[in-house]
């Protein structure tokens, strides 16, 4: 991506799974990086069903920060992909991606009507400024022109 502020660190926490693997923090420079840690995890995530939480929190090249939730699957349900997870979670909130889970145009605008009410219109236009100017692999393609 050009002209975008790239991610510096991604450090991620898995909070459920196995006591091993819990509650130490793994920084990576990258989220291809990112992915292979979430895989590697994935492999002791439930098989039937389920998840694991992890925390995470990207800094980029300039300070900002961005933390969140992951749900991790095991690798045969949901292959990991953490930038795909930001970009769809802050797609939504920006009111740019219809999710999947959503069937019709009609529900897709009474849950942006619905979010006007859940977050301030400052905050969304927050989450759009951060699809706008820091690097998460795909945001360029929700991103209005």
Same mark, same amino acid.
């Given at each position: 991506?050009?002209?975008?502020?790239?991610?510096?660190?991604?450090?991620?926490? #898995?909070?459920?799974?196995?006591?091993?693997?819990?509650?130490?923090?793994?920084?990576? @420079?990258?989220?291809?990086?990112?992915?292979?840690?979430?895989?590697? &995890?994935?492999?002791?995530?439930?098989?039937? +069903?389920?998840?694991?939480?992890?925390?995470?929190?990207?800094?980029?090249?300039? +300070?900002?920060?961005?933390?969140?939730?992951?749900?991790?699957?095991? @690798? /045969?349900?949901?292959?990991?992909?953490?930038?795909? @997870?930001? #970009?769809? @979670?802050?797609?939504?909130?920006? +009111?740019?991606?219809?999710?999947?889970?959503?069937?019709?145009?009609?529900? &897709?605008?009474?849950?942006?009507? #619905?979010?006007?009410?859940?977050? /301030?219109?400052? #905050?969304?236009?927050?989450?759009?400024?951060?699809?706008?100017?820091?690097?998460?692999?795909?945001?360029?393609?929700?991103?209005?022109?």
């Amino acid at each position: 991506m050009t002209n975008r502020i790239l991610v510096s660190t991604i450090t991620i926490t #898995r909070a459920e799974g196995l006591v091993e693997e819990c509650d130490k923090p793994e920084t990576v @420079h990258s989220w291809e990086a990112a992915d292979r840690l979430l895989l590697d &995890w994935s492999v002791t995530a439930p098989k039937n +069903g389920g998840y694991d939480k992890c925390d995470f929190e990207l800094v980029f090249a300039d +300070g900002e920060t961005y933390s969140g939730r992951y749900d991790l699957m095991h @690798h /045969s349900k949901e292959v990991p992909h953490l930038a795909g @997870h930001v #970009r769809a @979670h802050c797609g939504t909130v920006a +009111g740019w991606l219809k999710p999947e889970w959503v069937e019709s145009d009609e529900e &897709w605008e009474r849950i942006k009507a #619905r979010q006007l009410s859940m977050f /301030s219109a400052a #905050r969304i236009e927050a989450v759009r400024n951060f699809l706008r100017h820091y690097e998460i692999p795909g945001a360029e393609d929700i991103v209005p022109k």
